[in-house]
């Protein structure tokens, strides 16, 4: 069974007759990276990217008649032109972007007017990842509830209360990535605000992956510098050039930071998993 959004994420209700029966997930595809000299008859491995990955979601057809068939499969067509994300019943919190591209006729049943079923080709589309419905932000303000549905098991979430914070005001903590995808926040959701900071030379390190992020100019306590994806903003303004231009990522598991200075640090992202 499966649930389908539009791009706001509003579920998308069936036409009365039309049945969601399972859905089938592929495994991500790779494009290997390879390098070959000159003259040479050496293909060098130089490692693999994740490519594409693609959902079929199968559906039956409960018409009254022929007519009525018709009706009923016009109004699917419709329906399925509005689908975004589609989550797995059984793994309500999370979700995979797609797009129905490929042409499709239901399969009606020999000798029968009143049904058909319908298998559906979708394409996983921007990363081949799912990721979580929710953000940080919702654990950080609301804790970590698996009876509000936000969440589930099989996700990488732990019970360990500090895991659970993403707002910290100390110049040493730790951010819990619970995916089992690295996060890059010039491909997925990653935002980061601070505040609180006094003087010049702020410099933000996550020691786990070697990322250093420094603020060069003067800042003002009552300042808000964010890094939202690849932009980055001061007071609403552009703040890259008053930076040295480094991002910060973050592994799967914990992450480490140490910060030369105090300062409060906001990080807000989703969780990716393959």
Known sequence: MFILYDNEMNKLEFPDGVKPLDIFISSISKER????????SLLVDKGSIYATRTIELDMWLTSHDTQDYRLLRDEL???????????????????????????????????????????????????????????????DKNGLRYSDEKWQYGMGLLYDEESHKYTHDSTSFRIYNAGNVPIHPFQQDLLIELTGITGSGF????????????????????????????????????GLRKTNKNYITLANGWNEFRLNKPAKTRFEFRYYYK
Not at 113 to 120: E, G, I, L, S
């Open 33 to 40: 990276v390879t390098h070959r000299d000159d003259n040479s």
């Open 77 to 139: 067509y419709a329906m399925l032109d509005d689908v975004c994300y589609v989550v797995e019943q059984y793994q309500p919190g999370k979700r995979y972007t797609i797009r129905i591209g490929d042409e499709f006729i239901p399969e009606r049943l020999p000798n029968n007017q009143r049904n058909a079923q319908a298998k559906v080709s979708c394409s996983v589309v921007g990363l081949p990842f799912a990721e979580s419905i929710e953000t940080t932000d919702y654990i």
């Open 203 to 238: 410099e933000m390190k996550n020691i786990t992956t070697g990322d250093v992020f420094k603020i060069n100019d003067e800042m003002k306590p009552s300042d808000v510098f964010v890094i939202d994806r690849a932009g980055m903003l001061l007071n609403q303004t552009q």
